[in-house]
């Protein structure tokens, strides 16, 4: 072969390496891209989504910002491919997550605290009752008549809402760090304990509302721990510390002795995880809805993808179908 068409090939060659390089990860990480997974609709509010809660043919969406519709918003979603808004509820504050239980919607508010809403009318939700706590409530959890609160300086409050017209204390847990999250499940509730250079994870034992108390801890070095979703006693839970974006999962099997089962690191930020048949839906600030085959959860496998914009930081999965808060993109259902 000649030295100049040698030469000349393997110029080729290298330019078609360099592009294919810089294709690939474009096309994965900053274009549309999805697979094992499909759209089937989308609504915005106009906002920043920032929760999602589902409960039969309703989405109850958290919107940030201060638009119209803001606040809480109630979506339809009985046809997926046409989801609409019902209604909507703002009256002042930062509105961040939202529960519901039967009529009544619990709106945690980082600038207002708690706001409990009448939801019979979904076209018109009312407010009740209002819990001011420190002012600054993060997160929500109801389970029968009682609400968890993330209390950012009194640490998890428990909420009496029998009668949702008179909300009263029943008592609370303090912390020595800021309460962002709570997530309850059998009994225990898993609470963020922020402090400036770490946030570790709690175990409150609730079964006696009364008399909240300590079972356990877990707060490595360096870890900031986002947002705990617990199923069958394993937790899942985010690092949003400088170097972190991955998602951890614990065994929660001895309360007093949490322990690392595996952690899925894709590069980018894990902000929210559900379980739902054996896999783990992630929301990730930056590549969107990962689905995940966690059946080993020291080897985790990439089964499913959706991206195409926006920043997801919530997840709920119902069925086949998966809901998600992606911010300025509103409220995403996809086909999983």
């Known amino acids: 072969m000649e030295p100049k068409r040698k030469k000349l090939i393997i110029i080729i060659s290298l330019i078609v390496v360099i592009v294919v390089a810089i294709i690939i990860p474009v096309t994965l990480f900053l274009g549309k891209f999805s697979f094992n997974t499909s759209e089937l609709g989308q609504i915005f509010s106009g906002g920043v989504v920032t929760d999602v809660e589902i409960e039969g043919d309703i989405a109850y969406v958290v919107d940030s910002a201060d638009n119209n519709p803001s606040g809480l918003v109630i979506v339809n ?57 420190s002012g600054a409530a993060f997160d929500v959890q109801v389970v029968g008549e009682i609400t968890y609160v993330a209390d950012w300086s009194r640490g998890l409050v428990l909420l009496n809402i029998s009668d949702p017209s008179h909300v009263s204390e029943i008592s609370r847990f303090s912390i020595s760090g800021a309460c962002t999250q709570v997530y309850v499940d059998n009994g225990i509730a898993y609470i963020t304990d922020h402090h400036i250079s770490y946030t570790g994870i709690r175990l409150i034992n609730v079964s006696n509302p009364q008399s909240p108390f300590q079972v356990g801890s877990y707060a490595p070095a360096d870890i900031d721990f986002w947002n705990p979703y617990v199923h069958e006693k394993v937790i899942y839970v985010a690092n949003h510390g400088n170097n972190g974006g991955e998602l951890h999962v614990l065994s929660a099997n001895n309360y007093s002795q949490i322990s690392p089962l595996g952690v899925f690191d894709d590069g ?69």
């Open 77 to 133: 979603i009985s046809n997926p491919y046409h989801p609409y808004i019902l209604g909507s509820y703002y009256q002042s504050g930062l509105p961040y997550a939202v529960d519901v239980v039967g009529d009544i919607a619990v709106l945690a508010n980082i600038f207002v605290g708690v706001e409990i809403l009448n939801i019979s009318d979904l076209t018109n939700p009312v407010k009740t009752d209002q819990y001011t706590g």
């Open 268 to 336: 980018g930020l894990i902000y929210a995880a559900f379980t739902s048949s054996n896999k783990v839906y992630a929301a990730d600030y930056q590549y969107g809805l990962i689905i995940i085959d966690m059946t080993d959860f020291s080897n985790p496998v990439v089964i499913g993808r959706h991206f195409d914009g926006g920043h997801s930081v919530d997840v709920v999965v119902v069925g086949d179908i998966a809901y998600v808060a992606d911010r300025e993109d509103g409220l995403e259902i996809i086909r999983v």
